[in-house]
């Protein structure tokens, strides 16, 4: 069975002229899931009751809802969303003066392992559908217009990559969401294969890949994943992916206190991000995770010195500051969870605390 928020809009009309169904109905369907945002098929009142019938049995919506919320001094939300198997995955809003993004999850939980991130803290349990990654971007929409999408939460995306590219396509479509391929970004540890796919790809998405360590003997300890793939076959990738799309590729650098802050660190991470043509970074100090109480994060001088660092060497430079530590939705506390009871949640609104 098929569910609505997996069909690419221009899936509808064949769709609906093999099941005998007048093909004029396909955009009556887009209107109701985009421009209405229908959580319920029979609230789209455009279409005949009989339709609305066939609709929910052949292509229904995805079961999705707000289980728990967790609110941050700072207006970011971070929402348990639960599906119908029992699982759940945990989304972030993050509003800002201009802005309102969402953090979105492609996995139940992560495989990855990174040592400073909650999300692998205990395994995998499965992919999301495509409907699923939906499902969180029409839950938060709900909340609020979002502007802009970084799938940075639970799981690795380029694992669980055709789920991933469908959901994205949808949101980004025009018929659909509309939400600008430029406001999406996706975020990878590493996985080599994925970046020739992305690049094929003809979409003008933003890529993000979290490096965290400069060298190869420091990264296995801390990403698993570089003993797979290390840094000279990630940055050889990462500098083919740019030369053929023609677009920036960010690095994520988490600053652990004692483990990766030292100078001789900056100055190593500044020629390994040059070898990349077009290429920027962001200084991430740590966010606190239960599971590692040992890493500390980095005080304000050791972030400021790794920035000099990298700007008198040329690299393009961003100091970061984490939002919503207070709710544990900062990068890296995101974690699996299973919560037993539904939330009624507040009526949509969207919040305006600034980013800092």
Aim: a positive charge; one cysteine or more; hydrophobic letters at 40%.
């Amino acid at each position: 069975m098929r569910k609505a928020w997996s069909i690419l809009p221009e899936e509808w009309k064949p769709l609906l002229v093999e099941r005998g169904v007048r093909p004029f109905r396909a955009e009556q369907i887009l209107q109701a899931l985009y421009r209405d945002w229908i959580d319920d098929w029979d609230q789209a009142t455009t279409l005949p009751k009989e339709l609305r019938e066939r609709l929910k049995a052949e292509f229904p919506l995805t079961d999705a809802e707000i289980r728990a919320v967790s609110r941050g001094l700072d207006g970011t939300e971070k929402l348990l969303v639960g599906f119908e198997d029992g699982e759940a995955v945990e989304t972030v809003l993050i509003p800002a003066r201009d802005r309102f993004t969402q953090c979105i999850s492609t996995q139940v939980g992560c495989a990855m392992g990174c040592v400073f991130c909650a999300s692998g803290s205990q395994g995998i349990v499965r992919s999301l559908e495509a409907d699923e990654i939906v499902a969180q971007f029409m839950l938060g929409r709900r909340r609020g217009e979002i502007t802009n999408i970084v799938v940075m939460g639970m799981g690795e995306p380029f694992v669980n990559y055709d789920a991933t590219m469908r959901a994205l396509r949808l949101i980004n479509s025009g018929r659909g969401p509309n939400l600008g391929a430029r406001h999406v970004t996706i975020s990878t540890c590493g996985i080599v294969p994925g970046f020739a796919r992305l690049a094929a790809e003809g979409i003008q998405f933003e890529l993000s890949v979290s490096l965290h360590a400069p060298t190869d003997e420091l990264r296995s300890e801390l990403m698993p994943v570089n003993r797979r793939w290390p840094l000279d076959e990630l940055i050889a990738a990462c500098a083919a992916y740019t030369r053929q799309t023609k677009r920036i590729i960010t690095f994520e650098y988490t600053v652990i206190k004692g483990v990766n802050d030292s100078r001789e660190m900056a100055e190593e991470l500044a020629r390994v991000v040059r070898q990349v043509p077009m290429a920027k970074v962001n200084l991430i100090p740590l966010s606190p995770v239960a599971h590692r109480p040992d890493l500390k994060t980095p005080d304000e001088q050791t972030m400021l010195m790794f920035l000099d660092v990298l700007m008198k060497r040329r690299v393009q430079t961003m100091l970061r500051r984490s939002r919503g530590k207070d709710a544990n939705a900062a990068c890296g506390q995101l974690r699996l969870s299973r919560a037993a009871t539904p939330m009624r949640t507040t009526s949509p609104h969207r919040p305006s605390s600034p980013v800092e």
